[in-house]
């Protein structure tokens, strides 16, 4: 606070004693103020640009620890794949009869694993030959088994047709390499092919299919496509799902290997009809 007389000489204002006293004082808080101000801005500057640093390392930091985690989790992934593959192939090779599938060998299924490997891995072994080779199956077989799914498992979009006309024209050019192959044809909806994916394969290397392990599905196909009646066809089928049905797994042993499960030479027609007791009519 400054104290001014209102005695004006020389047009100069005169301070009092307590004035002359109270100005030194005044200027010197001025420039204490000024400086305080300018060290706080200069400080809060230093902690704008500290807490960017800060934010920007912590960002690549956890992208760091991100990736790496990542990595880690592929790797062990990788792991786990092998191990399930080399338990698989364990499995396997314990076959005695390694030329002759059927669903009562040990290795067909899914695996039952310890319980440190279920937490991590599920094990599920199948028989190619169980499905219809994209390869090798005949057009009419293939047109009644897309029948037989459309009624019995799940109406397709599409009749099959068309697409039938395109496996066969791709296969007829080269062997089809892949089942993803299948899904660059235009005549049949990418659902559909999910769906059909269970029943179907491009792998068998054979192109026939195991009588052992094949799909229901796919063993009424083949069967339904026969000339014959209908009564005929449907007995042929009762008795060779009966033939291998999960009821002889109980009564399996080695020595009855023979007995339970069908061989290549089975097929021939006296021996085919006499196992399943068909009727020579």
């Not at 028989?127 to 088994?145: M, P, R």
């Not at 769906?195 to 026939?208: D, M, Q």
């Amino acid at each position: 606070m400054i104290d001014v007389s209102c005695c004006l000489k020389s047009g100069f204002p005169r301070f009092s004693w307590k004035s002359r006293f109270l100005l030194p004082v005044f200027c010197v808080c001025r420039s204490l103020n000024h400086a305080r101000g300018s060290i706080l801005i200069t400080t809060l500057g230093v902690i704008s640009i500290f807490s960017v640093i800060v934010v920007k390392l912590c960002f690549q930091s956890r992208q760091v620890i991100l990736l790496q985690d990542r990595g880690i989790a592929e790797f062990e992934n990788k792991v786990d794949f092998i191990s399930g593959l080399y338990l698989a192939e364990s499995v396997i090779l314990e076959d005695p009869y390694p030329h002759e599938d059927s669903l009562q060998d040990i290795w067909y299924g899914r695996m039952n694993l310890e319980d440190a490997w279920e937490e991590r891995i599920s094990i599920l072994i199948s028989d190619e030959e169980s499905k219809l080779d994209l390869n090798a199956v005949s057009e009419g077989i293939l047109k009644k088994f897309l029948e037989l799914y459309g009624d019995e498992v799940r109406p397709l979009k599409t009749d099959g047709k068309d697409w039938i006309k395109e496996v066969m024209k791709l296969r007829q050019k080269e062997r089809i390499g892949s089942f993803e192959e299948l899904y660059l044809l235009e005549d049949i909806p990418f659902e559909d092919l999910e769906g059909l994916r269970s029943f179907l394969t491009v792998y068998s290397g054979f192109g026939e299919i195991n009588l052992n392990t094949a799909h229901p599905l796919v063993l009424k196909a083949v069967v339904g496509s026969l000339v014959g009646d209908d009564f005929a066809k449907k007995d042929l089928y009762s008795k060779m799902m009966g033939f291998r049905s999960d009821k002889n797994k109980d009564l399996r042993s080695f020595q009855e290997h023979e007995i339970h499960d069908f061989r290549r030479e089975d097929l021939a027609p006296e021996l085919f009809m006499a196992k399943l007791r068909l009727n020579k009519t």
